[in-house]
């Protein structure tokens, strides 16, 4: 049977943050109970039992936000019209604040094991300017409540904010040390477009955080995730001995997956489709029995070799060259001669044993590698 991960977008959430440029909705609870019944239907359009599931992650937005009992609804949907294996990671993100144990019960009920917070930080200060709508303590009470119900447990934090310093940094490290979880996701704030931030900045209110010193912050990080016990296994992802993201690791990996809900991506069948971003198109075309796809692309080989490059380099373990010339009948060592030959002489790479990976330098400047990869050219 075919494996495949399965994204499910839930949009809404009780507040925008400043920094947040994912497809979000506040104030549009109007729309919960039908958009829920358009992505059944969605799931049933899609469904096929020929496909066995191996992951499935529910984003947003705040999948939180909404009532348990949808949750509940669109897991059982999924299980009715696919093969879901037994035991499998089933993450959903969610915000202190927008659960509580009724809720996590129905997150047990709907075999949910894995809940990712959303906590950015544990300053108060950063939190108000992030845009966050909960504090400090909240936090911290909201992962007591999760750790009871002993669900598998990341947290999101952020560092490389400008009013941010090492001590803030030091700060969040030792709660999480306390806090002893599963998982962290440690990502540098980006200022993208269409956000509070990018408003903000434009007009010269905010200011990107000396270069050195965010560096200086993730090493930090790195080092400190590790001596607890929370191991780097990706760029931005640290977590226990076999704790790391199941879901995560099959983007990464380049594997097949399934999107649902506006804006949702999938990969499968060598095609790259997305689902229009528009909540009154996406509700009215499943009404009509209609997928809503707004984007699809053919992926060509080429582009095939340079993502997998690409997105394998950003694990910590890099990948197997064999894996690279078994997958794609080909050889990366000649492909990419120069970009080897210049990664090796910079320390930007080392290869041992078969495997291709970034040194620590090289996790710094990984486009300084990617820039001389040349098997775009391969074929032309």
């Known amino acids: 049977m075919r494996k495949l991960g399965i994204y499910i977008h839930i949009p809404f959430c009780d507040k925008i943050c400043n920094y947040c440029d994912f497809t979000a909705f506040q104030g549009a609870n109007s729309k919960i109970k039908e958009y829920v019944e358009a ?66 019960e129905l997150y047990k009920k709907s075999k949910i094991n894995r809940l990712s917070i959303g906590v950015q930080s544990f300053n108060d200060k950063i939190l108000k300017e992030l845009g966050r709508n909960h504090n400090s303590k909240e936090a911290i009470d909201s992962i007591k409540l999760v750790k009871k119900f002993g669900f598998d447990l990341n947290i999101d934090l952020i560092f490389g904010y400008q009013n941010q310093s090492i001590d803030d940094i030091l700060y969040d490290l030792e709660i999480v040390k306390s806090i002893n979880p599963e998982h962290i996701s440690y990502y540098a704030l980006i200022i993208e477009e269409k956000t509070k931030f990018k408003a903000l900045q434009n ?11 965010e560096r200086k912050m993730y090493h930090i990080l790195v080092e400190k995730l590790e001596n607890i016990g929370l191991k780097q296994y990706e760029v931005s992802n640290f977590a226990k001995n076999g704790k790391e993201s199941i879901h995560n690791k099959k983007y990464w990996n380049c594997k097949e997956y399934l999107g649902f809900g506006i804006s949702s991506h999938s990969y499968f069948n060598n095609e790259r489709f ?14 009509k029995g209609n997928i809503p796809i707004d984007f699809c692309e053919k992926i060509d080989i080429n582009t095939k070799k340079f993502e997998y490059i690409i997105m394998n380099m950003r694990l910590k373990e890099g990948f197997l060259i064999s894996d690279y010339n078994k997958l794609f009948e080909a050889d990366f060592l000649d492909e990419n001669k120069d970009a080897v030959k210049i990664g090796l002489e910079n320390n930007v790479i080392e290869i041992k044993d078969d495997r291709i990976y970034f040194t620590k330098k090289g996790f710094d400047i990984m486009d300084s590698f990617f820039v001389n990869c040349n098997v775009n050219e391969v074929g032309d």
Do not use: C, H, M, W
């Open 39 to 104: 992505i059944k239907k969605e799931i049933e359009l899609k469904g096929n039992k020929e496909f066995l599931i191996d992951s499935i992650f529910i984003g947003g937005g705040t999948p939180s936000f909404i009532d348990g009992e949808y949750i509940f609804e669109i897991l059982e949907k999924v299980r009715e019209q696919f093969t879901v294996l037994e035991n499998i990671e089933i993450t959903i993100e969610t915000n202190p604040k927008t659960f509580d144990d009724k809720k996590l």
């Open 203 to 213: 007009a010269g209110k905010l200011n990107f955080l000396d270069e050195d010193i």
């Open 274 to 287: 997305s689902n229009t971003v528009n909540i009154s198109k996406y509700i009215k075309e499943l009404e």
